[in-house]
């Protein structure tokens, strides 16, 4: 059975800094692509980092590069979302996915909350 677990999130000021992880049971993270994603309060779901499984390369949305950082250790099977310069608009669960092929899988999310 998998197991996806994320943690970290907080409330902060706004310029401040959350590290975010997804940590798994049940899978090694270091085979799929392993996405964060977040959900505002009346707003649809939206991606915010990802990872690849082959070399580590990574992508982020215009909203959040510059700011946020994502990395894996593979020896904790554990993804991290480093975020910096925080900002109102940030405030939103926090989802890890992972993209194992045939089947996807969503941990229970984690708040982060950002005030001016």
């Known amino acids: 059975q998998v197991l996806v677990v994320e943690s970290g999130g907080g409330s902060v000021q706004a310029g401040g800094s959350l590290r975010l992880s997804c940590a798994a049971s049940?899978?090694?993270?270091?085979?799929?692509?392993i996405g964060w994603y977040r959900q505002a309060p009346g707003k649809g779901r939206e991606g915010v980092a990802c990872i690849s499984s082959s070399d580590g390369s990574t992508y982020y949305s215009s909203s959040v590069k510059g700011r946020f950082t994502i990395s894996r250790d593979n020896a904790k099977n554990t993804v991290y979302l480093q975020m910096n310069s925080l900002k109102p608009e940030d405030t939103a669960v926090y989802y890890c996915?992972?993209?194992?092929?045939?089947?996807?899988?969503w941990g229970q999310g984690t708040q982060v909350t950002v005030s001016s």
């Open positions: 049940g899978i090694t993270l270091d085979y799929y692509v």
């Open positions: 996915r992972i993209d194992a092929g045939l089947y996807t899988y």
